[in-house]
Nanobody, 117 residues
Framework: QVQLVESGGGLVQAGGSLRLSCAAS????????MGWYRQGPGKQRDLVAT???????NVADSVRGRFTISRDNAKNTVVLQMNSLKPEDTAVYYC???????????WGQGTQVTVSS
């Protein structure tokens, strides 16, 4: 059974930093793209950043230059370093991992990030 375990959310003041980590396990297929999405109050779930197994990244315009995504293929982990946080970054952040050439998509349980002004 595939599991994605997230850690690192919390409460921070505007301008601060947080680091989110996600560890994936249990897949018989290699994990392909991994990434982070977020869902603010009353909003849809949106892409924050993704990274392929080869290291190619896709970062949302709203966080580009402030957030950095990285991964460790050997450990099946993905990290989102969030700097210069803004109140509008407040959301539940979800880790996502795809496997089997994209045929399978898995989600973590979500971790709350709250940025106070």
């Amino acid at each position: 059974q595939v599991q994605l375990v997230e850690s690192g959310g919390g409460l921070v003041q505007a301008g601060g930093s947080l680091r989110l980590s996600c560890a994936a396990s249990g897949s018989i297929f290699r994990f392909n793209a991994m990434g982070w999405y977020r869902q603010g109050p009353g909003k849809q779930r949106d892409l924050v950043a993704t990274i392929s197994s080869g290291g190619n990244t896709n970062v949302a315009d709203s966080v580009r230059g402030r957030f950095t995504i990285s991964r460790d293929n050997a450990k099946n982990t993905v990290v989102l370093q969030m700097n210069s946080l803004k109140p509008e970054d407040t959301a539940v952040y979800y880790c996502n991992a795809q496997a089997g050439g994209g045929r399978y998509s898995y989600w973590g349980q979500g971790t709350q990030v709250t940025v106070s002004s």
